[in-house]
Structure formats: structure tokens, C-alpha cells
């Protein structure tokens, strides 16, 4: 099974390039989403996010408060560490679950979506690494408008993550997310015409 991560910046369009992905019928495991699970009700890192950061960060449903914790970690690089202790292993655990599931069906390509690959180091369990990037400006941009952010906590959010140009000098492939779907999606087809894999 052929290994490919998927990462980029926050709002730098990942999303865009998993969906097509996927439409092409090529399993995406999104670490976003994977995240998402591990902190449902009930879950020990919801637990254990609550004991860490206090009761604020349960909405009255019981799901978690994701502005408020937000507006803790993103402010404070020893809190994100902290959050970061608490996911990243659960995240990691189920992943691996999921991995594992694709090999045993003998899937010949799986795409990793992961925002921090770099950060993390997940980048050393791929086979290659593709990086999606645009300018910062039409970053900032777009993260103002997507999470409906003041531009300073909009750019709080971006300096916390590794430079993209940081990421784009470690990737094997690199997608130019600022001109038209179009355009993104034929760069996205390249890249997978340089696999040294058949996915027929």
C-alpha cells in the first residue's frame, strides 16, 4: 500500500484537494476528522481536555466547546502543547486502526491528510508527501472569511503552524492552490501520474 500525505497550511485548501481525491475513489484518512472523533462525548480525551482546561470547554450538549478552547491554545504555545499531549497519541491510535483496515483490503494508494505532518513527523511513515500552498495573503484571507476571525487572531493561527514555505521545501510534490478548482484538480491528477504505482 502506497503511503501519500496530504498537508498544507490552515486554509490553504486541503479540503479541496482531499474532496477530489476522493471522488476519484481514492480513500482519504483525514487526521481532522480522525480528531474530531477522539473528542466526542464520552471519548477519555474529552476527559481529559476538561480536566486540563476546565468545565467552559463543555458546551451544555456535553460536545466539546471548540471556540472557547480555541481561543485558549491558539493564544498560548504551552496550552497547545498540552492539548496536543492529550490528542495526538488517540489520534495516532485510531489511524492506525483505520491503516490498518486499507491494508488488509490490499488498497494500492491511501492518502494521509494531516495538517501538522511536518510538526509531528508524520511525514517519515510516508512514501511522499504533497503540500498544498498559496500566498499568505490570500491565506489571511480566506481564514478570516472561513472561521469568522479578527485578521490578528487569524494570523495568531497561521504563525502557530510551520511556515508553509518551510513545508513546501520538504514535500515531494507541491499544489499552487490560488488560481481555479480546475487548475488545482490538473496539478492533483499530475502528481498522481508520477506515482510509482498503478491504480488501475
Known amino acids: 500500500m502506497f503511503k501519500l500525505g496530504l498537508t ?13 481525491l476522493k471522488t476519484m475513489g481514492i480513500p482519504v484518512i483525514d487526521a481532522d476528522v480522525t480528531a474530531r472523533e477522539v473528542v466526542e462525548p464520552g471519548q477519555p480525551a474529552l476527559l481529559d481536555i476538561v480536566a486540563e482546561f476546565g468545565p467552559q470547554m463543555l458546551q ?23 492539548l496536543n499531549a492529550i490528542t495526538h497519541p ?17 488498497t494500492p494508494l491511501v492518502v494521509f491528510d494531516v495538517p501538522l505532518m511536518f510538526e509531528v513527523g508524520k511525514n517519515v511513515e510516508m512514501d511522499q508527501v504533497m503540500v498544498v500552498t498559496v500566498p499568505k495573503a490570500i ?15 487569524a494570523n495568531q493561527r497561521i504563525e502557530a503552524q510551520m511556515p508553509l514555505s518551510a513545508k513546501a521545501a520538504l514535500a515531494d ?25 498503478s491504480l488501475k
Not at 181 to 188: D, L
Open 139 to 153: 491565506q489571511l484571507e480566506r481564514l478570516i472569511k472561513r472561521n469568522q476571525l479578527t485578521p490578528s487572531e
Open 90 to 106: 488517540r489520534i495516532a491510535e485510531l489511524t492506525q486502526i483505520k491503516q490498518h483496515e486499507y491494508e488488509e483490503k490490499h
Open 8 to 20: 498544507g497550511g490552515i486554509a490553504t485548501g486541503k479540503s479541496t484537494v482531499a474532496n477530489y
Open 60 to 82: 451544555a450538549d456535553g460536545s466539546l466547546n471548540r471556540a472557547e478552547l480555541g481561543k485558549i491554545v491558539f493564544s498560548d504555545p504551552q496550552k497547545l502543547a498540552r
Open 173 to 197: 510534490y507541491i499544489i499552487h492552490n490560488d488560481g481555479t478548482e480546475a487548475e488545482t484538480q490538473t496539478q492533483v491528477q499530475a502528481i498522481l501520474n508520477q506515482l510509482p504505482i
